[in-house]
């Protein structure tokens, strides 16, 4: 059994990026566990149950006195720190039965290419655009961080371009390879997204990377910025394209739907909807998307608010790289990647998929 006074939250974050954990959890009177491909397990190793003295000690370590009198402050806060050479570790302190709790994410610090997440290379595609708006979605841990990151990493790598990230917190670190990246992070670069946003397009940028469209202010000023010669790339916490337009146009008020309407069918390039299915071998998860390509024709949709056009154009749009959620799992199984009933449980149209299958 370790002594608990030699317990340290680096040591934690090491054996989980080791063990390919995406999550560690720490509170008091538990042990330390980590989430493993979706699944909550306990870390290798005999490690003892942490006492509130413990857990205080072992979160402080990687906060600096602000942030420290920011939780006491609110009895919750974000931060980031980075594990040289392995992973940035975005972590969340939290207040729970009157005491200290934190999770963090591991994010290794190697991006990963399109075809190592097992997305179509296709997807490269959207990263020649000079300008619009594509966004990312999916729950929570679905990986549109890591989706994003292998994006912007062929845009460094194949244009010459200013890239401004704007983060809460910062996640991936990008180095300037053929681009100058500039990375700012809420909170510590600057006060909140809309400051940020509204000072970006003075900052020459090309490339505007938001890391969450949180309100209808940041929408806006993201939609602009795509409306005037910017490549914008942001996430919203949706499961599937139509839910993505859907809950845009009801995040504003309704006489401005027509407008935002033909707003979006200029500015928008795509829409990748994904989510982290269980393999069938059980080493890991696949990525499974819904991929949206704003051709004209579904431009033409978005323009009318003909939104329930736009799974059909989906589904018959694989020329232009275009797949629903339903194909992308249908492949996984016919390739023995994924079982039926695991397949069946991430299934964007259930009896749909049955259909796919039994054909």
């Known amino acids: 059994m370790r002594d608990v006074n030699s317990v340290t939250l680096r040591e934690l974050v090491e054996i989980a990026y080791n063990e390919t954990a995406s999550d560690i959890f720490i509170k008091v009177n538990s042990r330390p566990r980590m989430k493993q491909h979706s699944f909550v397990r306990d870390i290798p190793g005999e490690w003892p149950v942490l006492g509130d003295e413990d857990v205080t000690r072992i979160i402080r370590e990687v906060m600096t006195e602000r942030q420290y009198n920011q939780f006491l402050d609110k009895n919750e806060m974000d931060l980031a720190f980075v594990l040289e050479g392995k992973c940035r570790v975005r972590t969340n302190v939290y207040s729970q039965r009157g005491s200290m709790a934190a999770v963090c994410r ?9 075809e190592e997440l097992g997305l179509p290379p296709s997807l490269s595609e959207v990263t020649k655009n000079r300008q619009g708006l594509v966004l990312v979605t999916g729950p929570t841990g679905s990986g549109k961080t890591t989706t994003l990151a292998a994006l912007i ?9 200013h890239i401004v990230t704007i983060e809460d917190p910062l996640e991936v670190e990008h180095q300037d390879k053929n681009c100058y990246v500039s990375q700012r992070e809420i909170g510590i670069d600057t006060e909140d997204f809309y400051p940020a946003m509204r000072a970006v397009v003075r900052e020459a940028p090309d490339v505007i990377l938001v890391g969450e469209m949180r309100d209808t202010t940041t929408m806006n000023v993201a939609l602009q910025a795509g409306e005037t010669g910017h490549l914008v790339f942001s996430t919203v916490h949706t499961a599937s394209a139509y839910e993505t337009l859907d809950r845009i146009i009801n995040m504003f008020p309704p006489h ?13 390039q795509a829409v990748i909807a994904q989510k982290l299915v269980p393999r069938a071998d059980g080493n890991g998860r696949v990525v499974a998307a819904e991929i949206l390509i704003c051709t004209p024709t579904v431009s033409k949709a978005i323009e009318d608010g003909h939104f329930g056009d736009i799974y059909h154009h989906m589904n018959e749009g694989g020329f232009w790289g275009m797949q629903t959620m339903n194909q992308s799992l249908a492949r996984y199984v016919k390739a023995g990647i994924v079982t039926e009933d695991v397949a069946y449980n991430y299934a964007g149209i259930l009896s749909e998929l049955k259909q796919m299958l039994r054909r």
Not at 106 to 114: A, E, G, H, M, Q
Not at 256 to 268: D, G, P, V
């Open 106 to 114: 591991v994010v290794p610090s190697r991006i990963r290419t399109l």
């Open 256 to 268: 401005e739907k027509i407008h935002l309407c033909q707003r979006l069918s200029n500015s928008l």
């Open 153 to 161: 990493d062929i845009i460094n790598e194949q244009r010459r371009a």
